[in-house]
């Protein structure tokens, strides 16, 4: 299809169709200096000047964004509505007593605005998001220690078994001290002690659960379900969500507390769209005394050297990622599954013959990616060759080094998760990123996780350079697909966007007026072109 046929094609149809039916009132135009859709539609395909070209670049941007706004404000308002569970307040010290480490003035902040939430009698729908290290789990913990001391029960849902086991060994250790009892329920434990669990759960016996996907199934039911907390975001489509807040008891119950945890740092033009519906606590310090992880840019020349390095810090009793680029999210790449298998091998028989060498990648079953991780993290694998997969949450304090191939072909802000699996625990830890690419824009994009660590400016950078499309990869369903209005050169026009949104419904808070029928059904339509997000 020619540019010549398909500018054809568009002229005949703004001719021969009728003009474009206008949804937004005439006032409310021209409070915000915004031309008529019918002039819009002629102007961004056939515009006589830059000016008429700008100005229905504007007006359709404004619309999008401002649509979005409304959307997200009355999901928000449609959320909040109804009762939530009522916590008594309490004093964080009593909460702190049980930490062998002091909360940073982030987490404090943290606390305080969800406690804040849970003791309004309003449901709680918070995001707390937090860099790579940050503690947001201690935040998780002072929320669900809030549940216990009110009578209620608290579920956590962990996006993998590993991730899962984990949670539970930690705020077990760490909650023990207040009476509370930790459970933990995956989908490979005994059908028996799935049983087990399940009373507990149902008596009330059992304080607080921690789980993945399991806790989603039938026999699962709450004596009296106040809270439940979702880690890694992302990794569980709204559904699943709603369907775990849903097990909160009997029909006409206050709707449990949600508390949402994210390691993804997300810009704040790009938090205020998808996170539109969700009130946000940003912890922005890290504990002290964490060793910040040394970043470096090799290229192939180094290789050599880089693999004595490696030997140097098995040796030392240390373990080491190697991450190759994932397999399903390059298809087209040489990095095909055979070659992810064959790097493994060429290590495993002809480098590092001395040391244990194990692989995971998201091909395998769940279960041998299970086992795969569960080795590296006992320690019986020195050195572990995988995909992404290893991204979300695995603690293995004792890896020190992270080695990352074809760094070019990895978005900012998923290096930087990569980086966060070390430097975890006390010894100094490194990041190699390794990259024949001479493009000098692709140089400057990886220089600059060399020069910070700050996840939150990696994450704008990250933004102006690749776009919000992708920024997220596939895993982000709840980005709403924009035709005209760009999240990152936009900003100015969704501030306004946002503030018309507020206050139009400060005056109409459910769009009832005749005059707003138009704007609620172009409300509705985006509700149904984007379900993941609006559920």
Not at 78 to 87: D, N
Not at 335 to 354: G, I, Q, S, T
Request: net charge neutral.
């Amino acid at each position: 299809v020619s540019n010549n046929l398909l500018a054809g094609l568009v002229q005949r149809a703004l001719e021969e169709l009728p003009p474009a039916a206008e949804s937004l009132p005439e006032d409310f135009r021209a409070a915000h200096g915004l031309a008529p859709a019918a002039e819009c539609y002629r102007n961004i395909h056939f515009p006589d000047s830059f000016e008429n070209l700008e100005a229905a670049r504007r007006r359709f941007s404004f619309e999008e964004l401002f649509y979005l706004s409304l959307g997200l404000a009355l999901l928000r308002e449609r959320r909040s509505r109804g009762e939530g569970p009522v916590f008594q307040a309490a004093e964080l010290e009593a909460f702190e007593r049980l930490l062998p480490f002091a909360l940073t003035g982030a987490q404090r902040r943290a606390v305080r605005e969800a406690a804040a939430d849970m003791t309004s009698g309003r449901p709680m729908n918070r995001l707390v998001q937090g860099d790579v290290g940050s503690g947001k789990t201690a935040v998780a913990a002072a929320c669900a220690w809030l549940a216990f001391r009110a009578g209620w029960q608290c579920a956590m849902m962990a996006p993998t078994e590993i991730l899962a086991e984990q949670h539970a060994r930690s705020l077990s250790v760490l909650l023990a001290p207040a009476g509370m009892t930790v459970g933990l329920l995956t989908g490979s434990m005994r059908a028996a002690e799935k049983r087990a669990v399940y009373a507990a759960l149902g008596s009330g016996a059992l304080s607080f659960v921690v789980g993945t996907h399991a806790l989603l199934s039938e026999g699962v039911t709450f004596q009296r379900l106040g809270l439940v907390i979702t880690d890694e975001q992302h990794r569980f489509g709204v559904e699943q969500r709603s369907a775990l807040a849903a097990k909160a008891n009997p029909a006409g119950a206050a709707r449990p507390h949600v508390l949402v945890m994210s390691a993804t740092p997300i810009p704040r033009t790009l938090a205020l769209i998808i996170y539109g519906d969700l009130d946000v606590s940003v912890i922005d310090e890290l504990p002290p005394g964490r060793m910040p992880v040394r970043t470096l840019l090799v290229g192939e020349s180094k290789r050599r050297r880089m693999y004595g390095f490696v030997r140097e810090q098995v040796r030392a009793g240390r373990q080491v990622y190697i991450v190759c680029p994932a397999v399903e999210e390059n298809p087209e790449s040489e990095w095909d599954l055979k070659a992810v298998n064959e790097y493994a091998r060429v290590l495993r028989e002809e480098v590092f013959p001395e040391f244990r060498v194990g692989l995971v990648h998201g091909k395998l079953k769940a279960r041998e990616k299970e086992a795969a991780m569960a080795a590296f993290t006992a320690g019986e694998t020195d050195i572990l060759v995988c995909t992404t997969v290893i991204e979300v949450g695995v603690d293995v304090p004792n890896a020190n080094l992270i080695i990352i191939e074809n760094a070019d072909r990895y978005g900012l802000s998923q290096l930087h998760q990569l980086r966060g699996r070390v430097g975890r625990g006390a010894h100094q830890s490194w990041c190699v990123l390794v990259s024949d690419n001479r493009n000098p824009e692709t140089r400057a994009r990886l220089k600059v996780l060399t020069d910070t660590r700050d996840g939150f400016k990696i994450a704008e950078e990250d933004l102006k350079l690749r776009g919000p499309g992708d920024f997220f990869g596939a895993r982000q369903h709840g980005l709403p697909v924009l035709r005209v209005a760009d999240f990152n050169t936009d900003a100015r026009v969704l501030k306004e966007a946002q503030d018309a949104a507020a206050e139009l419904l400060a005056g109409d808070p459910a769009l009832a007026l005749p005059i707003h029928r138009p704007l609620l059904e172009k409300v509705r339509g985006l509700f149904e072109e984007n379900p993941d997000m609006f559920n």
